[in-house]
C-alpha cells in the first residue's frame, strides 16, 4: 500500500497500531506520519518505529490518506476543529473514541467525510487486539477493505453495526481489565500454596490464553469445553461449584452490564 497513513495522538493504542502496520510490512514506515504534543512521545516514535514525527496536527492531516484520530474523546471537538479545512477530499477518517458515534464525528468536521469508527482493546500491543469496525455510509467496499487490511495487522476484526458498541465494549473493549483481574487472583492462589509469584502469573497466563485458543480454534461451544475438564468427582468440578457458589458467572454479568450502561451514557 503506497498511500500516507496519519496518526494524530501517538500514545498507547497509537503506538500499537502503527507497529503492527509496519511489522506487517502493509505500509513502509516512510509512509506513516505521527503527531503529538509531547517531544518525548515523538521521540519514542521515531526511535522505536522510525516513522516520521510533527507537533503539528495540520501537517499530518494535509497529508493523510488515512488519518487515525487516536486523542481522546474529550479532545474530539478541538482537533476535529483544527483540522477540518486541512484534510484532503477523499481521506478515510479512523476514529478510535469511546462515546463518539459516527453521526457526531460528521457533525463536528461539519461536511459528509468518510469515517470508520473502531473499537479496539489493548492486546494490540502485542498484536491480538479484538476490533470492532464500524463505517459510514460513505465508505466503499473497497476502501473498508483497505482499512481492514491495516486493521487485521494488529489482531482480528469483525464490521458491526454501531448499534451494538456498547455491548462491544463490554465484552471486548473493556474486558483485558477483567481477564488482567482472574490472572491476578489465580496467580495470588498459587502464590498461596508455595509457587513464586513469577511462576504462578506464567502458569495463569499461559492457561488463560491456551483456553482462549481453543474456544476460536475448535469452534465448541465453551461450556462443552468446560466439561471436558470436569471429571466425576475430580478436582476441577471440585473448583466449578465453588465458584458458582461464590456467584463467579454472574459477577462477570453485572460487571459487563456497569461498563454497557457507563458507555450508554458516554454516547449521550
Avoid: W
Avoid at 78 to 92: A, L, R
Avoid at 241 to 253: D, H, Q, S, T, V
Amino acid at each position: 500500500m503506497e498511500k500516507i497513513i496519519g496518526f494524530i495522538g501517538g500514545g498507547n493504542m497509537g503506538y500499537a497500531i502503527g507497529g503492527g502496520i509496519i511489522s506487517s510490512n502493509i505500509v513502509p514506515k516512510e509512509n506513516i506520519i505521527y503527531s503529538d504534543p509531547s517531544n518525548e512521545r515523538l521521540k519514542k516514535l521515531y526511535n522505536d518505529l522510525g516513522v516520521k514525527t510533527s507537533n503539528s496536527n495540520l501537517l499530518v492531516a494535509n497529508e493523510s490518506d488515512i488519518l487515525f484520530l487516536a486523542v481522546k474523546p474529550d479532545m474530539y471537538p478541538e482537533v476535529i476543529n483544527e483540522i477540518k479545512d486541512y484534510i484532503k477530499k477523499d481521506v478515510i477518517i479512523i476514529t478510535i473514541a469511546a462515546g463518539v458515534k459516527l453521526e457526531k464525528s460528521r457533525e463536528l468536521f461539519g461536511k459528509d467525510v468518510k469515517i470508520i469508527r473502531i473499537m479496539p482493546n489493548t492486546p494490540a500491543l502485542v498484536k491480538e487486539s479484538m476490533t470492532a469496525v464500524m463505517p459510514n455510509e460513505f465508505i466503499t467496499k473497497e476502501e473498508l477493505d483497505e482499512a481492514l487490511l491495516l486493521l487485521n495487522a494488529f489482531g482480528k476484526t469483525e464490521v458491526v453495526s454501531e448499534k451494538l458498541i456498547d455491548g462491544v465494549i463490554a465484552v471486548s473493549g473493556s474486558s483485558p481489565a477483567y481477564i488482567f483481574m482472574l490472572i491476578e487472583a489465580m496467580g495470588d492462589a498459587a502464590v498461596s500454596s508455595g509457587m513464586p509469584r513469577k511462576m504462578a502469573y506464567k502458569f495463569a497466563a499461559q492457561a488463560v490464553l491456551g483456553s482462549a485458543k481453543m474456544v476460536l480454534e475448535t469452534g465448541m461451544h465453551p461450556g462443552e469445553l468446560k466439561d471436558m475438564v470436569c471429571s466425576p468427582k475430580g478436582t476441577t468440578i471440585e473448583a466449578v461449584e465453588k465458584l458458582e457458589e461464590c456467584g463467579f458467572r454472574n459477577a462477570i454479568i453485572q460487571g459487563m452490564k456497569a461498563c454497557e450502561k457507563k458507555s450508554k451514557e458516554m454516547s449521550k
